[in-house]
Structure formats: structure tokens, C-alpha cells
């Protein structure tokens, strides 16, 4: 069964950073897709950042050029560092993960298997 755990959350103000990390067992890490999903209190939920088994990254519109997706094979860890952060970046952050995939997009319906979430909170 696969289990991921996300840690990092916290926090701060606006313009500040944050470093997302999510723990994965039960699968062969380095072959699976894994993204970075938020949701806002009252929103739906939508994608900020996947990487696939090609190591290829997308990214929301929203957040490029302020946050990073990568992962450590080793340590079987995906992140997401979180720069510039804004008030609008507030939100509950999933991370997500399936088999090997080699999509590169944002769609939530690509990922079975989800972690319970980290708060992320940026004052203004």
C-alpha cells in the first residue's frame, strides 16, 4: 500500500519561504509520477506542480518562476520550495503520486494515491 506524508508546512509572511516535504513508501519511488496539489478554504482543489518518471516538471501558471518541484530517489522524498510566497498561496498542500507515467499536466485524475495534507498560511 502506499503511504505519503507531507511535512514543511507552517507560517509566514508574505515573501517569505517555505520547503514542502513528502515521504513515500510501499512502491518503487523513482518510477512513479508525483505532483503537488492545494486547496483553498472554499475552492476546489487544483494543481500546482507534477513531475513525471522522465523527471519532465509542469507547473501552474500561478507559481512558476516562485516555486520548484524535485525529488531524492534516495530518500524517497518529493519537495516543493515555496518562494515569494503570497497571500493567495494559502491553502492545504497534497502530494500525490501514481505508477510510472510520463503525462505533463496538472490533472488531480492522473494520481491514485494522496497524502492527508500540510498547511500552508502567508500573511500579507
Known amino acids: 500500500q502506499v503511504h505519503l506524508v507531507e511535512s514543511g508546512g507552517g507560517s509566514v509572511q508574505a515573501g517569505g519561504s517555505l520547503r514542502l516535504s513528502c515521504v513515500s513508501s510501499g512502491y518503487i519511488y523513482k518510477k512513479n509520477c508525483m505532483g503537488w496539489f492545494r486547496q483553498a478554504p472554499g475552492k476546489e482543489r487544483e494543481g500546482v506542480a507534477t513531475?513525471?518518471?522522465?523527471?519532465?516538471?509542469t507547473y501552474a501558471d500561478s507559481v512558476k518562476g516562485r516555486f520548484t518541484i524535485s525529488r531524492d530517489s534516495a530518500k524517497n522524498t518529493l519537495y516543493l520550495q515555496m518562494n515569494s510566497l503570497k497571500p493567495e498561496d494559502t491553502a492545504m498542500y497534497y502530494c500525490?503520486?501514481?505508477?510510472?507515467?510520463?503525462?505533463?499536466?496538472?490533472?488531480?485524475?492522473?494520481?491514485?494515491?494522496w497524502g492527508q495534507g500540510t498547511q500552508v498560511t502567508v500573511s500579507s
Open positions: 513531475i513525471n518518471i522522465d523527471d519532465v516538471t
Open positions: 500525490a503520486a501514481d505508477g510510472g507515467c510520463r503525462y505533463s499536466d496538472l490533472r488531480e485524475d492522473r494520481f491514485g494515491f
